[in-house]
């Protein structure tokens, strides 16, 4: 399975960002975690973050005929795209949305996830193992839509 992990605004900023919240590792950290625990998973993985919410519609576009699924954290977008969703919806890949913090015991506006819609689960409030999870999510989505073949 082939899956790419995309994040969105600011997240380039971990480990300097808000580290009580997000923690003290970095992007690149976050990236390697993922990367080792896909090998174990016999899963290949591809990488994009963007602070520029156009470029992230690009990259799901571009996803389409060459990844199997989607994990993303929207960051700020997840509570502000219909892009994002339409995006998603668009090139109908099952999708993960995961999130770094609780976002469900933050700020109200943070309350709204538009992408949520697309999206076969959501992650939250698990550090960098929720990327984890979304990847064991999608193996397990891709083996029941197999049996159901
Ligand atoms: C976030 C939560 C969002 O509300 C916030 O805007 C982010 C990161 C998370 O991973 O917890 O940038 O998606």
Redesign the pocket.
């Given at each position: 399975m082939k899956i790419l992990i995309i994040n969105?605004?600011?997240?380039n900023m971990l480990g300097i960002r808000e580290p009580e919240?997000?923690g003290r590792k970095t992007y690149q950290d976050l990236v390697h975690y993922i990367e080792g625990a896909a090998e174990a998973l016999d899963v290949s993985t591809g990488f994009y973050q963007s602070n520029h919410e156009g470029d992230l519609v690009d990259v799901i576009q571009d996803a389409y005929g060459k990844y199997d699924g989607i994990i993303i954290?929207?960051?700020?977008y997840?509570?502000t795209s219909v892009a994002l969703l339409d995006a998603v919806k668009a090139v109908g890949l099952p999708t993960v949305e995961?999130?770094?913090?609780d976002?469900s015991t933050?700020e109200e506006f943070?309350q709204v996830s538009y992408i949520r819609q697309a999206v076969i689960g959501t992650i939250?409030g698990k550090g960098f193992d929720g990327y984890v999870e979304a990847i064991k999510l999608l193996l397990a989505h891709e083996n029941g839509s197999e049996e159901h073949q």
């Open positions: 969105g605004p600011n997240l919240i997000y954290n929207p960051a700020a997840t509570h995961v999130h770094i913090s976002v933050r943070r939250a």
